[in-house]
């Protein structure tokens, strides 16, 4: 009996210490694994239900752009393709009286890639109480020295008495091929002399989209004949 009850005793503790020792080994493994990163490494793509991810299972700001193909975005635009140039000046110009349309300011600039240029241009100027006559100015937007406009009576202003001013503004939507492009806004004085003022143009480059082959010209009204 007494042999017996021995045996047992003996048998329970070398099952006991077995476990021990078997949960002990398995901590130590996870631990030098490192379950989680482990686990994370052999999860792939395939792995993952189709839909099943939401942003609430992503770590917040944890994506950057190197994470998403841009190819396959659709209405996002990469890094480049949008531009926006632009030129102003102040320096007044005095006794303005060029009867043909000379640049008065300029930007030149390279389109990253194929695209569309939204460009607007305005001008201020007064009239030169120096030179007789009312002053008045007809201007128009450059592109690489072609005119995007032939319509230079929708773009023009007079200055109405001696000393007076005025201002005017115009924008024209055109397509372009990368590379480097000059856009000029060009003015000419009819009646007197003006006093131009500021001026300034501006543009911005996206990469599609539509616009008019220059040169436009508007439609003429009914009662006018061209």
């Known amino acids: 009996m007494t042999t017996h009850a021995t045996s047992r005793t003996s048998r329970r503790r ?3 210490a077995g476990g021990l020792g078997l949960a002990c080994g398995v901590a130590a493994l996870t631990v030098s694994l490192g379950v989680p990163s482990e686990a994370a490494r052999l999860i792939t793509g395939k792995d993952v239900k189709n839909g099943s991810l939401t942003g609430v299972d992503i770590k917040n700001d944890s994506l950057t752009g190197a994470d998403v193909k841009e190819s396959t975005l659709n209405g996002v635009l990469k890094s480049g393709q949008v531009a926006a140039y632009g030129a102003a000046q102040s320096a007044f110009i005095n006794d303005f009286t060029t009867g043909t349309f000379t640049p008065i300011v300029s930007k030149t600039f390279t389109a990253p890639t194929n695209g569309v240029l939204y460009i607007t241009g305005t001008v201020s100027s007064e009239d030169d109480v120096t030179i007789p006559g009312i002053g008045g100015l007809q201007f128009n937007l450059n592109l690489d020295g072609t005119q995007l406009s032939n319509g230079t009576h929708e773009y023009a202003y007079d200055e109405s008495s001696a000393g007076n001013g005025g201002s005017g503004s115009m924008t024209a939507v055109v397509p372009v091929t990368a590379g480097g492009h000059t856009v000029d806004l060009t003015a000419r004085n009819f009646g007197g002399g003006s006093f131009i003022l500021g001026r300034e143009v ?13 040169p436009a010209k508007p439609a003429a009204p009914k009662n006018h004949q061209q």
């Open 14 to 16: 070398r099952l006991t």
């Open 202 to 214: 501006s543009v911005l480059f996206v990469p599609s989209g539509s616009g008019f082959t220059p």
